[in-house]
């Protein structure tokens, strides 16, 4: 199970632990077979993805609850995840869909301090040099914060993280992140 989180992380360290994954196993990625492949071209969250629970929607002015929940994560594109003025994604390529969270477009206006997106479990038995590559956008502007590569190897009660992510606020980035540990 992997998951991907909005956490702290240090600046200096995670943007060498970040280019040092790149560095040593972008070139793997072109020698395996991939054994999995999703993406959000449908339009939702695909099955089996897990989205964590509902966050509570929030007065605009006051931050206090509304006592009405919505999902963090959902589906659009670049001009759905900046409804709200504040989350500018680059739209590349153009109109494509993706998964987004963001805490102060409609019908949000949330606290999402820590929300994480999951794949489904995955059985790396008789498997080798594991690794997933992936495109992402993180931005901590607006007391945002970098993201996270997360592994569970308890069916998601706990969590160990295997690489940061941090924010690039004017571009996507392509990542390769080793998992070869949960072999």
Same mark, same amino acid.
């Given at each position: 199970?992997?998951?991907?989180?909005?956490?702290?992380a240090?600046?200096?360290?995670?943007?060498?632990?970040?280019?040092?994954?790149?560095?040593k196993?972008?070139?793997?990625?072109?020698?395996?077979?991939?054994?999995?492949?999703?993406?959000?071209?449908?339009?939702?969250?695909?099955?089996?993805?897990?989205?964590?629970?509902?966050?509570?929607?929030q007065?605009? #002015?006051t931050?206090?609850?509304l006592?009405?929940f919505?999902?963090?994560?959902?589906?659009?594109?670049?001009?759905?995840? #900046?409804?709200?003025?504040? /989350?500018?994604?680059?739209?590349a390529?153009?109109?494509?869909?993706?998964?987004?969270? #963001?805490?102060?477009?409609?019908?949000?206006?949330?606290?999402?301090?820590?929300?994480?997106?999951?794949?489904?479990?995955?059985d /790396?038995? !008789?498997?080798?040099?594991?690794?997933?590559s992936?495109?992402?956008?993180?931005?901590?502007? /607006?007391?945002?914060?970098? !993201?996270?590569?997360e592994?569970?190897?308890?069916?998601?009660?706990?969590?160990t993280?295997?690489?940061?992510?941090?924010?690039?606020?004017?571009a996507?980035?392509?990542?390769?992140?080793?998992l070869?540990?949960?072999?």
């Amino acid at each position: 199970m992997a998951q991907y989180a909005i956490a702290p992380a240090a600046k200096a360290l995670a943007q060498k632990q970040v280019i040092e994954s790149i560095d040593k196993y972008q070139p793997a990625q072109n020698k395996g077979a991939c054994i999995r492949s999703e993406d959000f071209e449908g339009g939702v969250i695909p099955a089996g993805w897990g989205i964590g629970p509902q966050v509570e929607q929030q007065d605009d #002015n006051t931050g206090v609850g509304l006592g009405t929940f919505v999902d963090a994560w959902v589906v659009g594109t670049a001009a759905d995840a #900046n409804n709200g003025g504040y /989350f500018t994604i680059p739209d590349a390529p153009a109109g494509n869909l993706f998964a987004y969270a #963001n805490d102060d477009g409609d019908p949000c206006n949330c606290d999402m301090t820590n929300v994480g997106l999951e794949t489904p479990s995955m059985d /790396f038995s !008789g498997l080798t040099e594991m690794a997933v590559s992936f495109r992402g956008y993180v931005n901590d502007n /607006f007391g945002g914060d970098d !993201g996270a590569v997360e592994v569970s190897t308890d069916g998601g009660t706990t969590y160990t993280m295997v690489a940061p992510i941090i924010s690039v606020e004017t571009a996507w980035q392509n990542l390769v992140v080793d998992l070869s540990a949960y072999d």
